[in-house]
């Protein structure tokens, strides 16, 4: 519990009517990233436990939200996000309106002559974040979906789960341009935990944290070639973000149907004309 210890609740303020009610004590360490980190910041458990959770640190946000400070990102506490005005629900992951403060989602599609085709470009952005996103547990990931159609044919629509490891890219290089001509693109934004991660090899090499950065807008520039688009004139480009709250393996794991854990957070769409397909 964050409140009770030694049988008095802590508080940030004192009043009456909490002293009528129970035995209080002040506690101005209520209200600083340092104590929210008792619970969202914390190891595996250690290697003699017998199943993988074990090794470095499962949370980190107490650390992300501090080299956030450092780094020049304000002076904020993780309660005027997680507890704005006194609220006890503590939003984070699982709340979709504030994912949708959290990220933006953008998307740009234009026809070029030579190499004839259209550029795409799709951007996640964390605004207004003092962690990397997505936060707490190491289950979570983000997964972006691009998708390029006939303007006449219905939206498409991607199955609930989490993409195979064929399907998605890894990292992402800067100033890079990639060329793809089968759909959908996903893209997938996760901490990736390997034998070191997990404290079972210090010798291991370091596996990929892809999560966005607070502050960082990521993008993806895609080059779809002439020869690969969609028949007709008019085509339609659509980006869909999705977060997970944990991969497939653990949902069945823990109980849950894979589509339960997993939902929308925004989508949009752009149309554009195929050049010259009316000459």
């Known amino acids: 519990t964050c409140h009770v210890r030694d049988g008095k609740v802590l508080v940030t303020r004192v009043t009456r009517t909490g002293q009528a009610a ?30 993988e959770f074990h090794g470095q640190l ?6 992300e939200f501090l080299d956030f400070r450092r780094d020049g ?32 989602l953008g998307l740009a599609a234009t026809w070029q002559d030579q190499p004839p ?25 983000l997964t972006l979906y691009t998708n390029l159609r006939n303007a006449n044919d ?4 991607n199955p609930l789960s989490e993409p195979e490891p064929e399907e998605s890219q890894s990292a992402v290089k800067s100033n890079t341009v990639t060329r793809v001509t089968a759909w959908p693109r996903i893209e997938v934004m996760r901490r990736h935990l390997g034998l070191r991660e997990r ?9 990929l944290d892809t999560r966005l950065l607070p502050g960082e807008r990521r993008t993806f520039r895609y080059f779809v070639p002439v020869d690969a688009l969609p028949s007709g004139s008019m085509l339609t480009v659509s980006a869909e973000l999705r977060y997970h709250k944990m991969g497939d393996p653990d949902a ?28």
């Not at 499962?58 to 650390?63: G, L, P």
């Not at 219905?154 to 629509?157: G, M, Q, T």
């Not at 823990?254 to 050049?275: K, L, N, S, Y």
């Open 73 to 104: 990102g304000g002076q904020d506490s993780c309660h005027d996000c997680h507890m704005a005005d006194g609220n006890h629900l503590m939003p984070g992951g699982y709340s979709n309106e504030m994912l949708n403060q959290a990220l933006e």
């Open 154 to 157: 219905p939206p498409s629509v």
């Open 22 to 51: 129970h035995p209080v004590r002040l506690a101005p360490e209520l209200g600083t990233a340092e104590f929210c980190g008792g619970c969202h910041q914390f190891a595996f458990k250690n290697a003699h436990y017998g199943d």
């Open 199 to 207: 404290g079972l090899d210090p010798s291991a090499s370091v596996n």
């Open 252 to 279: 069945r794991r823990f109980g849950f149907d894979p589509p339960e854990v997993i939902h929308t957070i925004m989508r949009t769409e752009q149309a554009i004309r195929r050049e010259g397909a009316d000459r």
């Open 117 to 141: 085709g259209i550029n795409l470009s799709v951007s996640v952005s964390a605004e207004g974040v003092g962690h990397r996103v997505p936060g707490g547990e190491h289950f979570r990931f």
């Open 58 to 63: 499962q949370q980190a946000s107490m650390e």
